[in-house]
């Protein structure tokens, strides 16, 4: 039996039901090594990853006299559809995705990957109909998904008090914040524990430890 109060559950896609880490470091290092740039490995991506993704790719070392921002997000995102099978569902997502359902919640997905691929990718995994909604940007740029957030939550005719947002990096408890919904962040994707724990939000190491302590 579920010991939530909520009655709609957000989720995030990329990296709290995608495991698309090793693959977005992967891409990322494609890029840096065309240009003699340093790597990344897990340690790094997690100190230097954040949205607007225009922030984190500053970090990275690119000479903007040499690569617009513009033409960065077109070479990641190329990079990441060609491969973007190659990731997996997080283990328990599935699982949890339908206790979800049998408990009675309403859930959507808030993503800041491009619509059309995002629908593609779920519908990929069989999992589209577990969402009422499945919002995505229509744009490659990542910027943020606070506008999107709010077009979803006047979608759903549920009272803020009753959603929770379910994400991996900061950018989600930002908006979720700004959305005045509840917030749980899954330290298994974007953003490492110690960064989200600092927020003070509710941290859980992956989704079997969000589903317990969720009754799920
Ligand atoms: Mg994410």
């Known amino acids: 039996m579920t010991r939530l109060r909520h009655r709609h559950l957000i989720w995030d896609w990329n990296g709290t039901l995608l495991d698309d880490l090793d ?9 840096l090594a065309r240009r003699a740039l340093p790597r990344l490995d897990r340690a790094r991506y997690h100190t230097l990853f954040d949205f607007p993704v225009r ?12 690569d ?28 949890l995705l339908g206790a979800a359902r049998d408990a009675g919640l309403r859930q959507s997905i808030l993503s800041a990957y ?5 629908r593609e990718i779920v519908a990929h995994f069989g999992l589209d109909g577990h969402f009422d909604h499945i919002a995505g940007l229509d744009n490659i740029h990542a910027h943020s998904k606070l506008d999107l957030g ?14 929770l947002l379910v994400g991996d990096t900061l950018h989600d408890l930002e908006v979720a914040r700004e959305l005045g919904v509840d917030c749980a962040l899954i330290a298994a994707g974007h953003h490492p524990a110690d960064r989200l724990q600092a927020t003070g939000a509710p941290v859980y190491p992956d989704l079997a430890a969000f589903a317990a302590a969720h009754g799920l």
Request: charged share 30%; hydrophobic share 35%; no cysteine.
């Open 23 to 31: 693959l977005s470091l992967s891409v990322m290092n494609a890029i």
């Open 55 to 66: 922030t984190y790719y500053g970090r990275l070392g690119f000479d903007p006299a040499r």
């Open 68 to 95: 617009s921002f513009e033409q960065l997000s077109v070479e990641f995102i190329s990079g990441y559809d060609a491969r973007r099978l190659e990731s997996t569902l997080h283990r328990d997502a599935r699982r």
């Open 150 to 163: 709010r077009d979803l939550i006047r979608r759903l005719d549920t009272p803020p008090g009753e959603i």
């Open 114 to 118: 491009r619509q059309e691929t995002l």
